[in-house]
Antibody
Framework: EVQLVESGGGLAQPGRSLRLSCKASGFIFDDYAMHWVRQLPGKGLEWVSGISWDSGRIGYAESVKGRFIVSRDNAKNSLFLQMNRLRPEDMAFYYC??????????????WGRGTLVAVSS | QSVLPQPPSVSGTPGQRVTISCSGSSSNIGNNVVHWYQQLPATAPKLLIFRTSQRPSGVPDRFSGSKSGTSASLAISGLQSEDEADYYCAAWDDTLNGWVFGGGTKLTVL
């Protein structure tokens, strides 16, 4: 069974940093692209970032470009999101997602349960 | 304002058929496939339809997707109470070079 378990969420002050992690199991991690999508509580979905299986192709939403850095460690079946210079509008549930489809851009195949990031002074 | 407008809400009675629309442009739906996600209350979203009309294993054939030009639709037939959820469309946007989502549609089963 595919499992994605996020961690690292919590409360941070504006301007500070947080690092999210996602531990994957149940599939061959380095065969798939991975993504982060966020959702404000009670609101819609926003794609944050995606990374190809070999980290050769990386993309970010305009809202986080230059502040967030996505990375992966295929040896440890793990995905990361380094969130710098946090803003109040970054507050959301962050979902780790296994990409689907052999051809990119693919789709969002399996979602983790999410981790909550709160940004407040 | 979502890049892919969806109706905020739709409703139907058990057994009915409902459709949810998703409007886009030539840079997203018009030139790429559409995917749909279902989010049951207090849970993470789940893939419902991929590549416009394909269902992952385990998704009932009551759910179907289609696309015409720059718009897409999700149809749910034989409505059941457990279908009450939020539904989101998504597509790759060639101009933004990233993924865009619909604003979501809340389905209520009366």
């Amino acid at each position: 069974e595919v499992q994605l378990v996020e961690s690292g969420g919590g409360l941070a002050q504006p301007g500070r940093s947080l690092r999210l992690s996602c531990k994957a199991s149940g599939f061959i991690f380095d065969d798939y692209a991975m993504h982060w999508v966020r959702q404000l509580p009670g609101k819609g979905l926003e794609w944050v970032s995606g990374i190809s299986w070999d980290s050769g192709r990386i993309g970010y939403a305009e809202s986080v470009k230059g502040r967030f850095i996505v990375s992966r460690d295929n040896a440890k079946n793990s995905l990361f999101l380094q969130m710098n210079r946090l803003r109040p509008e970054d507050m959301a549930f962050y979902y780790c997602i296994k990409g689907g489809g052999a051809q990119q851009p693919g789709y969002f195949d399996v979602w983790g349960r999410g981790t909550l990031v709160a940004v407040s002074s | 304002q979502s890049v892919l407008p969806q109706p905020p809400s739709v409703s139907g009675t058990p057994g009915q058929r409902v459709t949810i629309s998703c409007s886009g442009s030539s840079s997203n739906i018009g030139n790429n496939v559409v995917h749909w996600y279902q989010q049951l209350p207090a849970t993470a979203p789940k893939l419902l339809i991929f590549r416009t009309s394909q269902r992952p294993s385990g998704v009932p054939d009551r759910f179907s997707g289609s696309k015409s030009g720059t718009s897409a639709s999700l149809a749910i037939s034989g409505l059941q109470s457990e279908d009450e959820a939020d539904y989101y469309c998504a597509a790759w946007d060639d101009t933004l070079n990233g993924w865009v989502f619909g604003g979501g549609t809340k389905l209520t089963v009366l």
